[in-house]
């Protein structure tokens, strides 16, 4: 598939090596009359030519209830696997590179089973809380609704995204399947806290279990003060409700903490003086470090970025101006800045962020990149408003080692050949 960006006349200065240019010539108009006439270099004949179209001549098709993607945007889809012997137990995949600004189309939400999707009728459907309060409740999805709600923008990331980057040789993939277990979406419902206060929190209670009403029994304990704090139980995502693969009727948003603490199809929440030691949280989800001992119980996942453009299958037409583009995002708040660089780390540039930049959703950034057809290699760093920066993924494996398995949030690369094939490289 070809650059949607295409190749700009201009040469602006470069703001690191290798062609990288100032951030700002996206806010300028220059820019945008550059690539105008880029797009239409004969735009006063073109406009004599312009042919009406067959679409243009008969009505168009009728309404339907739920809308689709255009036929022409078939390849824009989730890319999934399934556990051998199962059906839906596994995992499918954002196609980011398909894909722009920083809002995850429900239908393309990356989602992750541990024993498929089940179909629950909202009518039967409960939500227990229990434990360590006054008074047990009990909740119908209507009940939960007559609570106050309130929206907020957030990313969900899967704690195994990118851990084909654990590997010593590079995986020859691109975005969607290395990075694509990574997704941001408006989620709607009922602040948890709400629902604790109403139950009465004893002063005893220091966790929560949250378990959920799928097969797996899926279940993990979550400190009270995340309980407390900024957790959801969702109700509706991207403004309808929640998505049977996401977790409807509701599910637990934990904005910043790694995917498997977001328990989808919600049943239970209990209160606990100490963790619960689930078998989510004890077989599954520690990581193994260089010294053998195993850390457990790590919720927020590190400032992260991936460029989503250009990058493997994206094959660049002509040398010219392009957009290096991608998504950066942290568990612990705010996008402070990313920096790109096309000499393989040698020299960085500071991307422009689009607004929103929203604590615990993905930030979208922008750079453009003067392509000279040479060879380059593209990387991206974020730093969070905690100041953490992303580190490199040799950086990382030092620090934590190669059987982590979880959590890989070092820098990742893509090389760009002479003639414009884009593969997965390590820097
Ligand atoms: N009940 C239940 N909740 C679950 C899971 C599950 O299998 N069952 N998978 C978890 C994992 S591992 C992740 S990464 C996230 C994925 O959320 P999503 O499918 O909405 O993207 O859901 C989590 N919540
Ligand atoms: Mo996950």
Not at 236 to 260: A, D, K, T
């Amino acid at each position: 598939m070809r650059q949607k960006t295409r190749p700009m006349p201009s040469e602006p200065e470069q703001a690191a090596g290798n062609g990288v240019l100032d951030r700002r010539l996206f806010l300028t108009g220059g820019a945008a009359a550059a690539i105008g006439s880029a797009v239409l270099p004969d735009h006063a004949r073109a406009a004599e030519a312009l042919p009406v179209e067959p679409w243009m001549k008969t009505p168009g098709s009728p309404f339907a209830p739920y809308g689709q993607p255009s036929k022409y945007a078939g390849k824009v889809g989730r890319i999934f696997a399934s556990a051998p012997g199962t059906t839906g137990t596994g995992a499918s995949r954002t196609p980011h590179h398909l894909l722009d600004g920083m809002m995850t189309p429900n239908g393309l939400h990356f989602e992750r089973h541990h024993s498929g999707i089940p179909d629950i009728n909202p009518e039967t459907h409960r939500l227990l809380i229990h434990g360590l309060v006054k008074r047990p409740l009990t909740f119908t999805l209507d009940a939960l609704m007559r609570y106050p709600m309130e929206s907020r923008i957030a990313f969900i990331e899967c704690a195994g995204n990118s851990a084909l980057l654990y590997q010593k040789e590079p995986a020859q993939l691109g975005v969607q399947p290395i990075h694509g277990l990574l997704s941001c979406a408006e989620w709607t419902g009922v602040r948890l806290a709400t629902l604790l206060d109403d139950a009465g929190v004893d002063p005893r209670a220091q966790w929560i279990l949250a378990e959920g009403a799928d097969a797996s029994g899926m279940s993990r304990s979550v400190p009270l003060a995340k309980a407390m704090g900024d957790a959801m139980v969702a109700i509706y995502q991207n403004g309808e409700p929640v998505r049977p693969s996401n977790g409807y009727p509701m599910r637990l948003l934990l904005p910043g903490y790694e995917g498997n603490a977001n328990v989808k199809w919600l049943r239970r929440i209990k209160l606990t003086e100490a963790p619960t030691m689930t078998k989510d949280e004890t077989s599954k989800y520690t990581m193994l470090q260089n010294d053998g001992k195993a850390l457990q119980f790590c919720f927020a996942q590190e400032a992260k970025s991936v460029i989503t453009r250009p990058s493997p299958g994206l094959t660049m037409a002509a040398p010219g101006l392009y957009e290096i583009t991608g998504l950066a995002w942290s568990g612990y708040g705010k996008i402070a800045k990313v920096e790109v660089s096309a000499d393989g780390g040698a020299s960085w540039a500071l991307a422009a962020l689009q607004e929103p930049v929203l604590p615990m959703a993905v930030t979208r950034f922008r750079s453009p990149w003067r392509w000279d057809g040479g060879p380059a290699t593209l990387l991206s760093r974020a730093t969070d408003e905690t100041g953490y920066v992303q580190p490199s993924r040799s950086r990382l494996i030092a620090d934590r080692g190669a059987r982590a398995a979880y959590h890989f949030n070092g820098i990742a690369s893509w090389g760009v050949a002479q003639g414009g094939e884009v593969r997965h490289v390590y820097a």
